[in-house]
């Protein structure tokens, strides 16, 4: 997974389960994270678990409380992935979320790089 190096990704469902490990091993591929769950305790918990396997230095992996079947929320996670991964792309395919939520901002699962900034 080494094509991730650098870049940033964004992953619901942080919190637990396949979007943990996920989360683990992206961080562990020295990819950024910003990750979402409606679970604030999850979300610290696989923060911890990175922390503990030794970030590379530099990277950034945020946390943010987010119900994905909330069009609000969602907006609202966009723009504080946009502002703390100091981004205005983001781009990649949905999964998982209702249309409604889906906007050409708005992903559950995506990359971005300095080198694809407009």
Do not use: W
Not at 35 to 53: F, I
């Amino acid at each position: 997974m080494t094509e991730f190096a650098g870049r940033t990704a964004v992953i619901t469902g942080g919190g637990s389960g396949m979007g943990r490990e996920l989360v683990r091993l992206l961080v562990a591929e020295a990819c950024n994270v910003a990750m979402c769950d409606v679970s604030p305790t999850g979300l610290a918990e696989t923060q911890r678990l990175c922390v503990a396997a030794g970030l590379p230095q530099g990277l950034r992996v945020t946390t943010h409380i987010v119900d994905v079947a909330n069009r609000t929320q969602v907006e609202r996670f966009r723009d504080e992935v946009a502002d703390r991964h100091q981004t205005d792309k983001i781009q990649g395919t949905a999964t998982c979320v209702a249309q409604s939520v889906v906007n050409s901002r708005s992903s559950v699962i995506a990359t971005t790089s300095p080198q694809q900034q407009p």
